[in-house]
Nanobody, 127 residues
């Protein structure tokens, strides 16, 4: 069983920055691909960013490319999402996810590829 706990959300003005963290309680974190998704009110959950278990492959949604950076720290069993130049349309609940099937080392972008999900952290960007 894997537990994921997100933190770092909050209220920020447009143009500001936040760093989200996702801590995993798992024995062998280094073999997990990780991802971030978000869901705004009245909208479906959407992909934000992903990183392969080795860290060698990352993938971003077009809407956040160049502004967000995903990274991982295997020693701390934590994945991060650095969010810069935030916009009001980035407002959402952000969820991290872990994929335990790591046969292939690539960044996964689809929800069905993930096995575990965190409870989410709210990010609100004001104008």
């Amino acid at each position: 069983q894997v537990q994921l706990v997100e933190s770092g959300g909050g209220l920020v003005q447009a143009g500001g920055s936040l760093r989200l963290s996702c801590a995993a309680s798992v024995r062998t974190f280094r073999r997990y691909a990780m991802g971030w998704f978000r869901q705004a009110p009245g909208k479906e959950r959407e992909f934000v960013a992903a990183i392969s278990w080795s860290g060698g492959d990352t993938y971003y949604a077009d809407s956040v490319k160049g502004r967000f950076t995903i990274s991982g720290d295997n020693a701390k069993m934590t994945v991060y999402l650095q969010m810069n130049s935030l916009k009001p349309e980035d407002t959402a609940v952000y969820y991290c996810a872990a994929a335990t099937n790591s046969l292939y080392d690539y960044a996964r972008r689809y929800p069905h590829e993930y096995d575990y999900w965190g409870q989410g952290t709210q990010v609100t960007v004001s104008r």
